[in-house]
């Protein structure tokens, strides 16, 4: 999970993108290095989900570049090194929970469902669940089978969009430890939520307010509230 210390994990410059003209993000300069633990505040249609799909490659940019690990962003290299979990998980229909695993984890190189994964199916709560199907679950167990997708591939970037939401208790505990240990093996993550108690977690705190960077830097929940709510 570590990313060469001669490239940043992440180069954001210039990066722009608008919806039907409408600019929605833009221009972006954001650098994250390796093993940093970062956390994208911003409030609904501030540009943080667009910023992520972006960086993941699944949207294009309007202009500028993205960069991962030294690879340009999209190319196949920048793809395998980053792991992104959606706001809304995307699942099969066919594939129960330990298929999911196997076949992703393999796909990036990985061992499939190894002890690691099984691991963080028992820390979700889903390890008497691993044969079903995820396209059956609640919005909460969804979301878990989509996190513990994400966690078992290999990658030296995590981004996760809005992870907490319909997330239980316990689930949201055992996100937050999984979070601190991938940061702590030396991936950097990026995190995009509206969660105020989660920048007491990270490294450094990154505001969007209409598709632009209006802080960067270390923040108190009570500066995320004013700053998201702003």
């Keep these: 999970m570590s990313t060469p210390a001669d490239f940043p994990a992440l180069l ?13 993000l833009g221009p972006v300069d954001l650098s994250v290095a390796p093993g940093e633990k970062v956390a994208l505040v911003g409030h609904n249609g501030s540009g943080k989900s667009t910023l992520l799909r972006v960086v993941a490659g699944l949207l294009d940019a309007d202009g500028g570049s ?3 690990a030294g690879w340009a962003g999209g190319e196949v290299q920048a793809r395998a090194t980053t792991s992104y979990l959606p706001d809304d998980p995307v699942l ?3 594939l129960s929970v330990f298929e999911h695993v196997e076949y992703v984890s393999r796909l990036f ?5 190894d002890d690691y994964a099984e691991s963080v199916a028992e820390r979700l709560g889903l390890a008497e669940r691993l044969d079903d199907l995820p396209s059956r679950f609640s919005r909460g167990l969804r979301q878990k089978a989509s996190l513990l997708l994400g966690l078992a591939r290999p990658f030296s970037l995590l981004l996760v969009d809005e ?3 319909g997330l239980d208790a316990p689930g949201r505990r055992s996100l937050l430890e999984l979070l601190d240990e991938v940061h702590a093996d030396g991936a950097a993550v990026v995190v995009a939520t509206h969660d105020a108690e989660f920048v007491e977690r990270v490294d450094r705190t990154v505001a969007l307010r209409d598709g632009e960077v209006v802080f960067d830097g270390t923040a108190t929940p009570a500066d995320v509230l004013r700053l998201v709510g702003g």
């Design 92 to 94: 099969y229909d066919d």
């Design 66 to 68: 993205v960069e991962i």
């Design 163 to 165: 992870p907490f939401v």
């Design 109 to 113: 190189g990985g061992d499939g469902f």
């Design 12 to 24: 954001v410059e210039q990066v722009h993108r608008a919806y039907g003209g409408v600019p929605a």
